[in-house]
């Protein structure tokens, strides 16, 4: 049960209808059941490891707090719970590989680190806690969600309010474009270079590279913006995971937009710890003594992205392809801050020209066609492919291959075409920080239902088959 199905559009009816009728004690009661019932769809064996997955968590919370947050417990903690997401990756294990798992895991191990270091006091209602860590909106692909920060809406009473839920209604609506237009129809053009990469050159890569990085995009913003949608219809608010992300000027700020709370968690819990590490902080006394500033933060923050990449990489899974992808974007990044003297000395030079608004934007063109070549890493299955793309990219431009191959997907094209504008409009406005919401609502009734009814034709017309596409990220 998907958020593109209607099974889960008759869930959220039912769950929305039954959470606001109760006593508003009894709702947060409501979103425990509806948790249950939704993952439980995922399969039998995947619900019970959730089950298993909370208990655990719940108890070492329980226990960090009793033994007076002792580091060795945090540290078993921590080992059983990479140990659970590395065994559930192996081949033999595949038969189970909950949904969501790297997900829900990495939150729980915060949430434990939390309690570790006592801004989190230890939940003492186990269903309380199970309502956390199960969100439906947010259990499979997330957004990663501090316990603090979401126990304040997860359990505050909630009144129906019609604005909320008319924004509610606008990010679902929107997300479902992004995902079965856009997301689904790219798929339909890309995959099949993608199987072996052979016999495609020069600009049809080129323009299969960008299809892709605009597909996962739109995949996995689109489930973002159900996600937050769904939430907000019960009146929570989650994380936002995405701030228009190919707006940004560097590779840094691009993972600042991409993704944001999987950065932030790796940032809490990996790049700040490791930057207080006895390593760290016997490189920044010695750089002192030296008076050289510049070694001090260079290079504790080279050895502190090191790490955060190659854990990043193994979260998204053990396979070379993820690995290379995350090392060649925390490359990029190194790279940057290594040479950051070199460019605020060439930008001094000539702040008019290299401060401009025509080099801002040759910057994010930059930083578009890198992001869009890592993914080269990313959704090929061997190196292999990866580097026969990469080497066919700048072998030859065979334009006419690259016409010939726009013309057989043609059709495709069309219909993503109109929805690919609106998308750019809408992040547009939102990098302006126009509220999109307030624009719309304020047309005239007669325009603004003509809208929806064209929106709904679209959707309806071009959306690619939501029974064989599933969302990218659920394989993680």
């Known amino acids: 049960m998907t958020f593109t199905t209607m099974s889960f559009a008759w869930f959220m009816l039912a769950t929305f209808f039954i959470y606001y009728i ?39 919370g329980l226990l960090i707090e009793k033994t007076g947050q002792k580091r060795y417990v ?43 270091r006592g801004t989190t006091p230890a939940e003492k209602n186990p269903a309380r806690y199970a309502l956390f860590v199960s969100f439906f909106p947010h259990v499979l692909q997330g ?20 604005d909320t839920c008319v924004r509610g209604c606008y990010r679902i609506f929107f997300g479902v474009m992004k ?9 339909y053009i890309v995959n099949l270079v993608y199987e072996t990469g052979e016999g495609y050159y020069g600009f049809t890569v080129l323009l299969v590279m960008v299809l892709y990085a605009i597909q996962l995009y739109a995949d996995f913003s689109g489930y973002m913006d159900m996600a937050v949608g769904c939430a907000l219809l ?17 590779m840094a700020e691009f993972w600042r937009r991409w993704h944001i709370s999987l950065g932030l968690w790796f940032k809490n819990y990996v790049f700040f710890p490791v930057q207080r590490t006895e390593l760290c902080n016997r490189i920044r006394k010695s750089m002192k003594k030296k008076k050289n500033r510049y070694g001090m933060t260079v290079i504790p923050s080279v050895i502190g992205l090191t790490v955060l990449w190659t854990l990043i990489g193994l ?11 995350d090392w060649f974007c925390g490359l990029v990044i190194i790279a940057s801050e290594l040479l950051k003297p070199v460019y605020d000395k060439v930008n001094g030079l000539s702040p008019k020209v290299f401060q401009s608004k025509f080099m801002d934007g040759l910057r994010t063109l930059r930083t578009f066609l890198l992001v869009a070549f890592s993914f080269l890493f990313f959704r090929p299955d061997t190196l292999g492919i990866t580097f ?36 750019a409009v809408v992040d547009a406005m939102k990098y302006k920080e126009i509220d999109v919401v307030a624009k719309v609502h304020s047309l005239h009734p007669v325009l603004r239902y003509c809208i929806y009814i064209a929106a709904l034709l679209l959707i309806y017309i071009a959306k690619g088959d939501t029974g064989t596409i599933g969302f990218a990220y659920y394989v993680f």
């Not at 294990?93 to 949430?111: H, N, R, T, V």
């Not at 995902?179 to 798929?187: E, Y």
């Not at 979260?315 to 290379?324: A, E, P, R, S, V």
């Open 388 to 423: 026969t793309m990469m080497k066919n990219l700048f072998v030859k431009p065979d334009l006419y291959a690259a016409a010939e191959f726009v013309y057989w997907h043609s059709y495709d094209l069309f219909l993503i075409a109109v929805p690919l504008i609106v998308l």
């Open 74 to 116: 945090i540290i078993l903690t921590v080992l059983i719970f990479v140990a659970m997401m590395t065994v559930m990756r192996l081949p033999f294990a595949s038969f189970i590989m909950p949904l969501g798992l790297s997900f829900y895991s990495l939150q729980c191990i915060g949430y434990c680190i939390e309690v570790y």
């Open 143 to 162: 957004p990663f969600a501090d316990y603090n920060e979401l126990k304040a809406e997860l359990f505050a009473p909630h009144s129906f309010d019609y």
């Open 234 to 250: 019960l009146g929570i608010r989650i994380r936002e995971n995405f701030n228009v992300p190919y707006g940004s000027k560097s």
């Open 22 to 60: 109760v006593p508003k004690r009894f709702q947060w009661m409501v979103l425990l059941a509806a948790n249950g019932y939704f993952y439980y769809q995922t399969g039998y064996k995947s619900f019970l490891f959730l089950v298993g997955t909370i208990l655990v968590s719940y108890l070492f």
């Open 179 to 187: 995902k079965l237009v856009i997301a689904d129809r790219i798929s």
């Open 315 to 325: 979260w998204h899974g053990f396979d070379w392809n993820y690995l290379c992808y």
